[in-house]
T-cell receptor, first 111, second 115 residues
Framework: EAGVTQSPTHLIKTRGQQATLRCSPI?????VYWYQQALGLGLQFLLW???????NRGNFPPRFSGRQFPNYSSELNVNALELEDSALYLC??????????FGPGTRLTVL | SQKIEQNSEALNIQEGKTATLTCNYT??????LQWYRQDPGRGPVFLLL?????KEKRKERLKVTFDTTLKQSLFHITASQPADSATYLC??????????????FGQGTTLQVKP
């Protein structure tokens, strides 16, 4: 069974640009979660999508947004990039009680 | 205020010994507590989940305990190996009426197992 996949692996952008990160959950999982892990910091919850709807978002500005497609894959968009957006962005999908089957992450670097 | 804390310092142990990692929380009532392993630059890997009504869970060389009175979980790795060296994260899942969908993560404890 394939795990959660994310693309791209690395992404380099400059300040003010937009970044789009993609995630495919494990087959059969309908919920997708996005987390940010800045260097030396813990995982911070960004967004939760379930059945195509945004269910909850963390304490992040509106320039962080996303969507979930009918096939349950998801996209995270970050507009007007700032230097402090540089981080590892992690996507997870859930099965029953375990919410956190994580993908390998996308390393976003903002120059 | 709500907090979740893990051993703040790195844990260095000798191969073959038992590693014990601590996760303490305040002002949360988690339905589940989970432990993850994370290697540098990689996504966390799920290890074990323990429910609020369970005291102990085992999987191979791993053991987790959960004391909801003390608001503490202990994570043990027996017969540790250098390959166990990684950062270990605990995470609370509130579920129920507090179901926000998010996991609340500790900062992690870095374990170094020396041969």
């Amino acid at each position: 069974e394939a795990g959660v996949t994310q693309s791209p692996t690395h992404l380099i952008k400059t300040r003010g640009q937009q970044a789009t990160l993609r995630c495919s959950p494990i087959s059969g999982h309908t919920s997708v979660y996005w987390y940010q892990q800045a260097l030396g910091l813990g995982l911070q919850f960004l967004l939760w999508y379930d059945e195509g709807e945004e269910r909850n978002r963390g304490n992040f500005p509106p320039r962080f947004s996303g969507r979930q497609f009918p096939n349950y894959s998801s996209e995270l968009n970050v507009n007007a990039l700032e230097l402090e957006d540089s981080a590892l962005y992690l996507c997870a999908s859930s099965l029953a009680a375990v919410r956190g089957f994580f993908g390998p992450g996308t390393r976003l670097t903002v120059l | 205020s709500q907090k979740i804390e893990q051993n703040s310092e790195a844990l260095n142990i000798q191969e073959g010994k038992t590693a014990t990692l601590t996760c303490n929380y305040t002002n949360y009532s988690p339905a589940y507590l989970q432990w993850y392993r994370q290697d540098p630059g990689r996504g966390p890997v799920f290890l074990l989940l323990i429910r609020e009504n369970e005291k102990e869970k085992r999987k191979e060389r791993l053991k987790v305990t959960f004391d909801t009175t003390l608001k503490q979980s202990l994570f043990h790795i027996t017969a540790s190996q250098p390959a166990d060296s990684a950062t270990y994260l605990c995470a609370l899942d509130l579920h129920g009426s507090s179901n926000t969908g998010k996991l609340i993560f500790g900062q992690g404890t870095t374990l170094q197992v020396k041969p």
